[in-house]
T-cell receptor, first 116, second 114 residues
């Protein structure tokens, strides 16, 4: 069964460093997302991406964050200068386009980011 | 008022019990409703997906949506220890030709005792 894959599974970084979280969405999906989940809290939307551009972003997704689809398969989230409060589980998701609109999102296993 | 509220839990039931999980929401633009299951330190796994009001059944799982009351439910029949996980409701206000974000409830942790 096709799945969303994320690497690495765990990333430890020093405050102020740049990190890139990588995702390979399901191959025929057209919509891509990043979500995060701080320990014990809700899963929160960060950004959605379609047709090589951001379609929606949350207040969390400030200038420190960027996304890119560098080739036909990868989807990345970059945090330019990490802060302690960026420590969270980051989930990539993708969804297909069915009947003229996108539908359910499928999530990867997540990357646990720890900023020290 | 929070956009999506979910019963806080945790919930512990004996094996074989019928489980009812619920969410309420405030945004009347929500049209798509999903239930995800999440095991500890794993990604959310899609369980059920419904559009607008009504019921949808898949094996031991039934999803119910009442848009007039802004209330959704997930029923699990003949619950099994393997159903022990955190259950998240999620919803979106999908607009034609565009994608849209999911808004999640906080999740409820279910434990099914053998």
């Amino acid at each position: 069964e096709p799945e969303v894959t994320q690497t690495p599974s765990h990333q430890v970084t020093q405050m102020g460093q740049e990190v890139i979280l990588r995702c390979v969405p399901i191959s025929n999906h057209l919509y891509f997302y990043w979500y995060r989940q701080i320990l014990g809290q809700k899963v929160e939307f960060l950004v959605s991406f379609y047709n090589n551009e951001i379609s929606e972003k949350s207040e969390i997704f400030d200038d420190q964050f960027s996304v890119e689809r560098p080739d036909g398969s990868n989807f990345t989230l970059k945090i330019r200068s990490t802060k302690l409060e960026d420590s969270a589980m980051y989930f990539c998701a993708s969804s297909p386009r069915t009947g003229g609109r996108n539908t359910e999102a499928f999530f990867g296993q997540g990357t646990r980011l720890t900023v020290v | 008022q929070k956009e999506v509220e979910q019963d806080p839990g945790p919930l512990s039931v004996p094996e074989g019990a019928i489980v009812s999980l619920n969410c309420t929401y405030s945004n009347s633009a929500f049209q798509y409703f999903m239930w995800y299951r999440q095991y500890s330190r794993k990604g959310p796994e899609l369980l059920m997906y419904t559009y607008s009001s009504g019921n949808k059944e898949d094996g031991r799982f039934t999803a119910q949506v009442d848009k007039s009351s802004k209330y959704i439910s997930l029923f699990i029949r003949d619950s099994q220890p393997s159903d022990s996980a955190t259950y998240l409701c999620a919803m979106s206000d999908l607009r034609t030709g565009a994608n849209s974000k999911l808004t999640f409830g906080k999740g409820i942790t279910l434990s099914v005792r053998p």
